[in-house]
């Protein structure tokens, strides 16, 4: 049996609503490379994130912006 935890997927309201960005800002960030890429579900058109990726991303930001305070 395998004892990992099942990962959290989130849709895209969710990871709008976790990271306050607009739709359009998070695919540029996307597209550049800035932001983690979607997944598409197996058989469908759903795009979801890793809750993990997106908690990590988020970390991520608030570390460099305490960095860059003086």
Do not use: C, H
């Not at 359009?24 to 890793?50: D, H, Q, T």
């Amino acid at each position: 049996m395998d004892d990992q935890p099942t990962p959290t997927l989130l849709r895209l309201p969710a990871v709008l609503a976790r990271t306050a960005l607009s739709r359009s800002r998070l695919y540029e960030l996307i597209r550049a490379g800035r932001f983690p890429a979607p997944v598409k579900l197996a058989e469908s058109s759903i795009n979801v994130w890793s809750a993990d990726a997106v908690s990590a991303w988020i970390a991520g930001q608030i570390n460099a912006n305490k960095d860059s305070k003086p």
